[in-house]
């Protein structure tokens, strides 16, 4: 049986804080950069506020706390659809901020891909800036498999959140407690599409 590497992206593969300076996620990224207006920044700051406390409840279940993380999802994917952004703008944010991959990254996918060994990244964050940061930092190799959030750049905003809403990845809101990415997991090896995705 083949080997493979399933993994989160943000705080697990990229680095939490760095000289006791917290380094932003994949989200924090986009949510902070230049390409997006203060009115923005100022809703998607209250949006955080009101739904991650929920979140991280410990006395919710997942099932109830996957509506509000539908909800926080899709309001927070409006806002930035409204900031049309264009892609090139992508690669100048990521360069332009303090994000960083965890020490000894180089070491880790190199070896991974040396070996043929898949590499299956989980994120709940934006996979247009997460796959540019592993790029810009020259380790997005072939093994490299990624189950994101993406960007559409040239559909309007109701087509591209009724996208998003059809596929897995909703559920994957900035799920830092983990739980409902491992549910999604579970989710997807028993209906058979893990054996499908390597398959194809």
Not at 97 to 110: E, I, P, V, W
Not at 171 to 183: A, F, Q
Request: proline share 3%; aromatic share 10%; charged share 30%.
């Amino acid at each position: 049986m083949a080997e493979e590497v399933i993994s989160d992206f943000d705080m697990t593969l990229s680095r939490f804080a760095y000289n006791g300076i917290r380094c932003p996620s994949s989200y924090n990224i986009l949510d902070n950069s230049k390409i997006i207006s203060e009115e923005c920044r100022k809703e998607l700051k209250a949006l955080f506020h009101h739904y991650y406390p929920i979140e991280i409840d410990p006395h919710r279940t997942i099932k109830e706390k996957l509506p509000h993380m539908v909800e926080w999802w899709t309001k927070a994917h409006d806002l930035l659809c409204q900031q049309k952004i264009q892609k090139f703008q992508i690669a100048q944010v990521v360069r332009e901020s303090n994000a960083m991959l965890r020490d000894g990254y180089k070491t880790f996918f190199n070896t991974l891909s040396q070996n043929n060994i898949p590499l299956f990244i989980f994120s709940a964050g934006i996979g247009d800036v997460l796959e540019e940061m592993i790029r810009q930092r020259k380790v997005f190799h072939p093994n490299i498999h990624i189950m994101s959030n993406y960007m559409e750049f040239d559909e309007d905003v109701e087509e591209r959140r009724e996208r998003y809403m059809d596929s897995y990845d909703i559920v994957l809101e900035r799920d830092e407690t983990l739980d409902v990415v491992n549910g999604l997991l579970q989710h997807i090896l028993q209906q058979g599409d893990w054996t499908e995705m390597q398959g194809s």
